[in-house]
């Protein structure tokens, strides 16, 4: 299900890397829709307005889901005063530095911060944000260490194409976390998660998926598998908790109200086409009966106020100190 990843990319999103001594406390203020934190050495204690803090030691990594905010402490309760971090953060003698986004702090405490911010566009993402808790924890140990030696050299030097390099890092971290999770023991992956894995329900949701426009029925579905249309339909619903057409329409409604908000100049008819619909007038009909409104009415939506533009106008306007 790669593409429920596709929208989850960070572009410039790394707030930085801080090394901390104790006492401390940045209180992370933007409620990006996806924030990573993790540690290269020390240690702290992520605490978010939902759920009970969660330790944060070397290699661990926590990944908080917005809009709620967090902060990040050398201990619960501690004495050290709230340092509001943004897209600005704080002064270099209150814990941080005034840099924009990219941020390094070279100082000497024993704690060293991670943290990437990720601004999950589109609907086609909405089923990931919509499986992940307010915050998830996966300890080190795993698939992220190599990732995270990577980052720790890289965020080390200052050199060209470093913030490009930091991106895609911090994409491939958040990928290993997230699989870490879903596949932990005991844990309850969403249904498309553990579908993704059976050899008759794994295959139809990569085809549908990857050829959305294609002109699918059951029947074509389980040739392309190998399997018959009976089966096929009966291991789908089973595992998806909906039958294979179900589904498409669906997928098909998210990918072309992301298309609607991200090709402002295309038409309807060639959003349809997009999507497998050779009928505009068919697929407006099948999308406001899916998504709640036409497309033209989703078209003119203005675009959300993000909680990071909220506290960049803001700042702007003199009421957040920077």
């Known amino acids: 299900m790669d593409d429920f990843f596709r929208g989850v990319r960070a572009h410039g999103s790394l707030f930085g890397s801080s090394a901390l001594a104790p006492p ?17 050495s020390g240690g702290g204690w992520i605490i978010s307005e939902h759920g009970a803090p969660e330790p944060l030691n070397a290699y661990d990594t926590v990944v908080v889901r917005g809009p709620g905010t967090f902060t990040f402490a050398d201990e619960i309760g501690t004495r050290a005063e709230p340092v509001a971090c943004g897209e600005y953060c704080a002064a270099p003698e209150l814990g941080g530095t005034r840099h924009r986004r990219g941020w390094r702090d070279d100082g000497e405490g024993p704690t060293t911060l991670i943290v990437g911010a990720y601004p999950v566009r589109g609907e086609i993402s909405r089923p990931l944000l919509e499986a992940l808790p307010a915050v998830l924890r996966v300890e080190g140990g795993g698939t992220g260490d190599a990732v995270l030696d990577h980052l720790a050299a890289e965020v080390a030097v200052d050199a060209p194409g470093q913030q490009v390099v930091l991106d895609r890092l911090l994409d ?80 098909r409604m998210a990918l072309a109200a992301d298309l609607l908000a991200e090709r402002p100049g295309a038409t309807v008819a060639e959003v349809a086409r997009a999507v497998g619909y050779a009928d505009p007038f068919g697929f407006s009909a099948a999308f406001k009966r899916v998504r709640g409104a036409t497309p033209s009415e989703v078209r003119r939506r203005p675009p959300e106020r993000t909680a990071a533009k909220v506290l960049s106008d803001r700042q702007q306007e003199g009421i957040v100190e920077g």
């Open 24 to 40: 401390f406390s940045l209180h992370f203020v933007d409620g990006a829709p996806l924030t990573l934190c993790t540690v290269l």
């Open 172 to 251: 491939w971290m958040l990928v290993c976390t997230l699989r870490a999770w879903f596949d932990r023991p005991g844990g309850e992956p969403p249904a498309w998660w553990t579908a993704r894995r059976d050899p008759v329900a794994g295959p139809a949701l990569r085809l549908m998926h990857d050829e959305p426009a294609a002109p699918w029925t059951v029947a074509a579905l389980a040739v392309r598998v190998g399997v018959s249309r009976s089966t096929l339909a009966k291991r789908f619903t089973e595992l998806v908790g909906e039958p294979p057409l179900t589904h498409l329409t669906r997928h």
